[in-house]
């Protein structure tokens, strides 16, 4: 019903920014969230930033004051600038929208390659 396809991965120097975006396309519910969320092999996906369609946000502790979340309700799209990048930030960065319809339902992007070099 929902896809979604994010892009502005790729490999930056430590100290360096990354721009993501995401739009998201099909039978969306008006009442939803979006955000994103990262993840390394072998590791379980973790929260990066949410943003609610009131404009609410919520960041885990190791973006804030280095990351912003922002969204465009009219395009359907989230967007993640990335600064102060560290090599721990190298991870698989994944777009998600979770449509709250009653049962909550979540869609995921393919995910975009985030890679900080040292």
């Known amino acids: 019903q929902v896809s979604l396809v994010e892009s502005g991965g790729g490999l930056v120097q430590s100290g360096g920014s990354l721009s993501l975006s995401c739009a998201a396309s099909?039978?969306?519910?008006?009442?939803?969230?979006m955000g994103w969320y990262r993840q390394t092999p072998g590791n379980e996906r973790e929260l990066v930033a949410v943003?609610?369609?009131?404009?609410?946000?919520k960041y885990a502790e190791f973006a804030e004051g280095r990351f912003t979340i922002s969204r465009d309700i009219a395009y359907n799209s989230v967007y993640l600038q990335m600064n102060s990048l560290k090599p721990d930030d190298t991870a698989v960065y994944y777009c998600n929208l979770r449509a709250l319809a009653g049962d909550d339902h979540d869609y995921w992007g393919p995910g975009t390659q985030v890679t900080v070099a040292s």
């Open positions: 099909g039978n969306i519910f008006s009442r939803n969230v």
């Open positions: 943003i609610f369609s009131g404009g609410v946000k």
